[in-house]
């Protein structure tokens, strides 16, 4: 992302992201001059359908300290005339000046500020707090056994293993390996549920168990035995390692974007600026967003 993306930018970023739906919405997007050829940035782009024609919706905002005037306003306009724009809305965290709020109007320009909000009906809505807790979990499975079970020839046995090896449906046709399914039981909604309800920042060790269908049934998994020649079928998969856990707290601002209440607040989440974004919109309806900056650590969150 450039450079000069800023918090309110994001803010406007993830606003639109939550509003839009069906509609792709983009920050610091490049848009080619059409006279000049060259890339200019814009802001946040908002791209879909309407009635059956594709339509762009740019956004350019104005984190300053003053309040944005006219000249500003003359300023995005040239810009958007040499861009394929379909429809430009103009963000000024401070406001507009009465006379760039007149000029925008005549251009069919949309304005929009962050304004303040109720504090009385916010207060009723929310209660005394207003934070958010995001809980980060990473684990590596740094062992990873199998337990097959018993055969005419051979006892029951748990099988030390390697990310390599190979599964097998009970007709022999191989379905992958055991990384691929380790990655998979990672992912299932009921142990990241579990992780992220349970685990506090005092765990530093996890274990996972999973019993696949048995061995008559569908679905049933088994491991190859060379010598002798048999397929073996797997009574249960059990990984163990370390796992690190982090709750990152975002304390909410609140405020007025139109007709759209919006809570925002930020956090250092895995290592990465976090920005998470709430909104309401006039049906009452409830959305939230989490952005990321940065590189994420080096196992991946749950």
């Not at 707090?129 to 055969?151: C, E, F, H, I, Y």
């Not at 925002?264 to 309401?280: E, H, I, Q, Y």
Request: glycine share 6%; net charge neutral.
């Amino acid at each position: 992302m450039p450079k000069r993306s800023n918090d309110f930018q994001r803010l406007i970023y993830l606003v639109r992201l939550n509003l839009a739906e069906g509609a792709k919405v983009t920050e610091s997007k490049l848009l080619r001059d059409r006279r000049t050829k060259t890339l200019r940035e814009v802001d946040v782009v908002i791209e879909g359908s309407v009635g059956g024609q594709q339509v762009r919706v740019c956004v350019e905002c104005r984190d300053h300290k003053r309040v944005a005037d006219v000249q500003w306003v003359e300023q995005m306009k040239a810009k958007h005339e040499r861009l394929d724009t379909n429809a430009l809305l103009l963000a000024s965290r401070s406001g507009f000046t009465r006379e760039a709020l007149a000029v925008a109007r005549s251009y069919g320009i949309d304005t929009f500020t962050l304004e303040e909000p109720d504090e009385s009906a916010l207060k009723e809505r929310l209660g005394p707090a207003s934070a958010l807790w995001l809980r980060t979990v990473r684990v590596t499975p740094s062992t990873v056994s199998v337990s097959v079970g018993q055969d005419d020839e051979l006892p029951p046995e748990v099988v030390a293993t390697f990310p390599d090896n190979l599964l097998y449906q009970s007709d022999g046709s191989e379905i992958g390996s055991l990384r691929q399914l380790v990655e998979i039981l990672l992912k299932a909604e009921v142990p990241r549920e579990h992780l992220t309800t349970n685990a506090t920042e005092e765990h530093r060790f996890f274990e996972l168990e999973w019993t696949p269908p048995a061995k008559e049934m569908a679905g049933a998994l088994f491991m190859k035995k060379l010598e002798p020649a048999m397929l073996r079928v797997i009574h249960k998969v059990r990984m163990t390692g370390p796992c690190s856990v982090e709750i990152g707290r975002f304390d909410f601002q609140h405020g007025r974007i139109g007709n759209v209440e919006v809570s925002w607040g930020k956090s250092l989440v895995d290592g990465r600026d976090a920005m998470a974004v709430s909104t309401r919109d006039q049906s009452g309806k409830q959305t939230l967003s989490i952005n990321f900056k940065g590189p994420a650590g080096a196992a991946s969150a749950v």
